[in-house]
C-alpha cells in the first residue's frame, strides 16, 4: 500500500510542475488525464496478470507496461528539467521555465515510442570473437549462438520467438546456449508461446541455464517444459562435445539466486565443473 501511495504522489509531483508550464487550456488537461489513468493502469496492470482471461490478462499488462515506460520517462525528465532550471539561475538567460515544460512530455512520447519499437524488432545478431590462448586447433572457429533475456510473457509470444530461432538457424552455429531469463510466467500460460525452441537447429544442440525469472515463474517446471523441446538444461552440471578430433566442455550454473527459491538448484560453478576433463 505504501508504495501505491508513492506512485501517486509521483504522478501529482509530475503534474504540478509540469502541467502549469504548458501552454493553453489542452495541453495541460491531456496531461493532467494521462497521468490520472497512467496512475490507474500501472498497478492495474501487475494485477491484471492474475486474470483468468489469458488475453484480458495479456491486455492489462500491455497498458500496464505502456504507463509504466512513460511514466518512468516523465519522471526522468521532470527532474532533469528540475536540475536544468536551477543550473541556469545565475545566469541572464531568456525564460526557460515553459519551453522545458513543454519539451518534457514530447521527449517522454518520443522516448516511449522509439522503445517499443525497438523492444519489438527482433533482437539483433551481434558477432563476438573471443580469443582463448591454448585452444585445440580443431576448435578454432567453433561457434556458440547465445540467446539472452527473451522474456516471453504478456507482451513477447509466439511469432516473436519463431523470429528468433529463425536468425539463429540461419548462423548454422555449433551450438546454441540460451542464458537464462527466457520466461515471465508459467509454464501452462507460455508453453505454446515458447514451443518454436524445439525447431532450434546447431551441431551439437540446444543448451540452457535458468535465469532469475525462471524462478520467479516456477523454475522446475519450465525446466522439465525445455527438456520435453530436446533443450539441454546444465543445472551445476556439464557435458563433454565431441567436435571432430577435439573434446569442449559445455558446463552451465544455475542463477546466482537460485538457492533462495530451490535449495538444490544453489549455483555451484565446482560442481558443473566436477568429473570435467582436465
Known amino acids: 500500500m505504501p508504495a501505491l501511495w508513492l506512485l501517486v504522489l509521483l504522478h501529482v509531483y509530475i503534474g504540478a510542475r509540469i502541467a502549469p508550464g504548458l501552454p493553453g487550456v489542452v495541453a495541460p488537461a491531456l496531461l493532467v488525464a494521462w497521468l490520472l489513468a497512467s496512475a490507474v493502469l500501472i498497478p492495474v496492470g501487475f494485477f491484471g496478470r492474475k486474470s483468468r482471461s489469458r488475453a484480458a490478462a495479456d491486455r492489462w499488462s500491455w497498458a500496464g507496461m505502456l504507463a509504466l515506460g512513460s511514466f518512468s520517462m516523465l519522471f526522468v525528465l521532470t527532474l532533469l528539467r528540475e536540475l536544468l532550471l536551477l543550473a541556469a539561475l545565475p545566469f541572464d538567460l531568456p525564460p526557460l521555465a515553459a519551453p522545458s515544460a513543454m519539451a518534457v512530455p514530447l521527449l517522454a512520447v518520443l522516448a516511449v515510442v522509439l522503445g517499443v519499437v525497438g523492444a519489438r524488432r527482433r533482437a539483433p545478431v551481434r558477432q563476438v570473437d573471443i580469443p582463448i590462448e591454448g585452444l585445440p586447433a580443431g576448435l578454432h572457429g567453433f561457434t556458440v549462438a547465445q540467446i539472452t533475456d527473451v522474456h516471453v510473457g504478456p507482451t513477447v509470444k509466439r511469432a516473436y520467438v519463431q523470429r528468433i530461432v529463425d536468425a539463429v538457424n540461419q548462423l548454422q552455429a555449433d551450438a546454441v546456449a540460451i542464458t537464462g531469463d527466457l520466461v515471465d510466467g508459467r509454464v501452462q500460460d507460455l508453453q505454446h508461446d515458447v514451443a518454436p525452441l524445439a525447431g532450434l537447429r546447431s551441431r551439437h544442440g540446444s543448451f540452457f541455464v535458468t535465469g532469475n525469472h525462471e524462478y520467479?515463474?516456477?523454475?522446475?517446471?519450465?525446466?522439465?517444459?525445455?527438456?520435453?523441446?530436446?533443450?539441454?538444461?546444465?543445472?551445476?552440471?556439464?557435458?563433454?562435445?565431441?567436435?571432430?578430433?577435439?573434446?569442449?566442455?559445455?558446463?552451465?550454473?544455475?542463477?546466482?539466486?537460485?538457492?533462495?527459491?530451490?535449495?538444490?538448484?544453489?549455483?555451484?560453478?565446482r560442481a558443473a565443473l566436477a568429473g570435467a576433463p582436465a
Request: zero cysteines; charged letters at 20%; hydrophobic letters at 50%.
Open 216 to 269: 520467479y515463474s516456477g523454475a522446475p517446471e519450465w525446466i522439465a517444459a525445455l527438456r520435453a523441446l530436446g533443450i539441454r538444461v546444465l543445472l551445476n552440471e556439464h557435458v563433454v562435445l565431441q567436435h571432430g578430433d577435439a573434446r569442449l566442455v559445455m558446463a552451465g550454473v544455475a542463477d546466482y539466486t537460485a538457492g533462495h527459491f530451490e535449495a538444490s538448484h544453489r549455483s555451484d560453478a
